[in-house]
Nanobody, 115 residues
Framework: VQLVESGGGLVQPGGSLRLSCVASGFTFSRYVMRWYRQAPKKEREWVARITSSSGTINYANSVKGRFTISRDNAKNTVYLQMNSLKPEDTAVYYC?????????WGQGTQVTVSS
């Protein structure tokens, strides 16, 4: 089982990034996918969630209207489009796959928002 995030980097405030998370080793289409983030010296926090068929999407209030989660089950990939980035969005971003029995995590990708 693997979840591999990519797309992080350094961006100026107001900029955009698109994170990707490619899954392997399990039936991706049967899992709810989530993005979390963890800033230095802070607890990991939930960012966004998308159900297996993309029927339900939820966002944390801190990113609502700026971030968009999506998935492509044919490519075993979940995305996080991040617009209007702020310094407080700086964190390591993790993707998570979850169902009633299993819970998988990626290794994370660093996002730094700074001028």
């Amino acid at each position: 089982v693997q979840l591999v995030e990519s797309g992080g980097g350094l961006v100026q405030p107001g900029g955009s990034l698109r994170l990707s998370c490619v899954a392997s080793g399990f039936t991706f289409s049967r899992y709810v996918m989530r993005w979390y983030r963890q800033a230095p010296k802070k607890e990991r926090e939930w960012v966004a969630r998308i159900t297996s068929s993309s029927g339900t999407i939820n966002y944390a209030n801190s990113v609502k209207g700026r971030f968009t989660i999506s998935r492509d089950n044919a490519k075993n990939t979940v995305y996080l489009q991040m617009n209007s980035l702020k310094p407080e969005d700086t964190a390591v971003y993790y993707c998570n796959a979850n169902n009633d029995w299993f819970d998988y995590w990626g290794q994370g990708t660093q996002v730094t928002v700074s001028s």
